[in-house]
């Protein structure tokens, strides 16, 4: 064998597992398909359940250096939610912090713990027998460990080979999200927000980094295959 467990997937969930296996001594092997780590926000931060496991870890030192403390509470829908009374916690905060970000530090973690980091490593198969799992990659050598995990996303190979259902209904609304850098005050950005939503209870802007932001746009019928991710660049002025 190779290493005891193979992890598929280097986002925060694998590296994070990642991490708990070397702690109990556990050989480890992250693969990861994309060779760089990727540029895009897909969460802007941690719940109080999250950053009180960061605590547990040691780990969250390092989150609240690149972060920034949040009241509880927000909205979903435009419908106002108001912050949990009582919380029984030493965090009771959100923590706004961008994933590249967090995948960065869970990845350093990982390292530092011994764990093995293969990216570019992209599974096409599995072949197991009662020895352990042996992984097909697209360059066509073949890893193998005791065990797999798969930590791939919604989207997951490891799934999809397993032949493992993902049963539910699709969604019936479509979203644009994007980032772009806003100039106006964040008084003016709340007042249009506000205004938007009169009407689409699902548009948005929050702050990621200094002026950039993530924006949510409501928008029916932009992909003909909801399966594929897509991607735009606009080269516009926000």
């Not at 960061?54 to 106002?80: C, K, S």
């Amino acid at each position: 064998m190779d290493v005891d467990v193979i992890v598929v997937g280097g986002g925060p969930t694998g590296m994070m597992v990642a991490g708990e296996l070397r702690l109990h001594g556990v050989e480890v092997l992250v693969l990861e398909r994309d060779e760089e780590p990727t540029r895009v926000v897909r969460s802007l931060g941690l719940h109080a359940r999250s950053i009180e496991i960061m605590d547990q870890r040691g780990l969250l030192d390092r989150f609240l250096e690149h972060g920034t403390r949040y009241p509880l509470g927000g909205f979903f829908a435009g419908i106002p939610a108001p912050a949990p009374e009582g919380l029984d916690s030493a965090h009771a905060y959100v923590l706004g912090i961008p994933q590249p970000v967090t995948d960065r530090l869970l990845t350093e973690h990982a390292v530092e713990l011994g764990a093995r980091v293969r990216r570019g490593a992209e599974v096409v198969g599995l072949e197991q027998d009662e020895h352990g799992v042996g992984v097909v990659l697209a360059d066509g050598t073949r890893p193998r460990a005791r065990y797999l995990v798969g930590c791939d996303g919604g989207r997951s190979t490891v799934r999809r080979l397993l032949g493992v259902d993902f049963p539910g209904e699709p969604s019936t609304s479509e979203t644009l999200l994007g980032e772009m850098e806003v100039s106006a005050s964040p008084e003016t950005v709340a007042a249009v927000v506000t205004e938007v939503r009169r009407t689409q209870k699902r548009f948005g802007l929050a702050p990621i980094d200094g002026a950039v932001h993530r924006v949510i746009v409501p928008a029916a019928g932009v992909s003909e295959d909801r399966t594929v991710p897509r991607r735009w660049r606009s080269s516009g002025n926000g």
